[in-house]
């Protein structure tokens, strides 16, 4: 059973942090590179950082330098960690399986979680 549950969203200042879990069902956990996208109020679900089984990481320009995604394979458990939260980080962010394809397509990704909602204050 593919199963992704994220947590840890919430309200933030500019300029603060937010860690974002996403909690995976073993198969997926083990099976696919997991990532994290966002999608603002009326904008499309964008890509914002992908980690794969062996630790290769890659990340959205807009959050380079800012976020990092990382993973605790004994708690089947992926991370965000958002540093320096911008008011246009504001979204809900979603977490991912891939399934094929380009990291930055969305219909490359074929399972995905609930949502938790990011709101940064300005």
């Known amino acids: 059973q593919v199963q992704l549950v994220e947590s840890g969203g919430g309200l933030v200042q500019a300029g603060g942090s937010l860690r974002l879990s996403c909690a995976a069902s073993?198969?997926?956990?083990?099976?696919?590179?997991l990532g994290w996208f966002r999608q603002a109020p009326g904008k499309e679900r964008e890509f914002v950082a992908v980690i794969t089984s062996n630790d290769s990481k890659y990340y959205a320009d807009s959050v380079k330098g800012r976020f990092t995604i990382s993973r605790d394979n004994a708690k089947r458990t992926v991370f965000l960690q958002m540093n320096s939260l911008k008011p246009e980080d504001t979204a809900v962010y979603y977490c991912?399986?891939?399934?094929?394809?380009?990291?930055?397509?969305?219909?490359?990704?074929?399972?995905w979680g609930q949502g938790t909602q990011v709101t940064v204050s300005s």
């Open positions: 991912a399986a891939h399934r094929s394809g380009s990291y930055y397509r969305t219909r490359s990704w074929n399972y």
């Open positions: 073993e198969r997926t956990f083990s099976g696919y590179p």
